[in-house]
């Protein structure tokens, strides 16, 4: 399995945001925290994307 693949994946990453949103309102928090979580995970996100894409490009040069 490509892991590096799958972690710079888009798609995972609102999916996963999306999910973990679900559960915090789920379990009584409000859209406001749910919100900011996504956000902290899609920041997240793009510095994971970047730092081994960065990584990809350094190795095969």
Not at 13 to 32: D, N, P, R
């Amino acid at each position: 399995m490509d892991w590096k693949r799958k972690l710079t994946s888009r798609k995972l990453w609102v999916a996963l945001a999306g999910f973990i949103a679900g559960l915090v309102v789920l379990f009584g928090g409000t859209s406001e925290d749910a919100d900011k979580i996504s956000g902290a995970i899609l920041s997240g996100a793009a510095v994971v994307g970047y730092v081994l894409g960065e990584g990809l490009a350094d190795k095969s040069s």
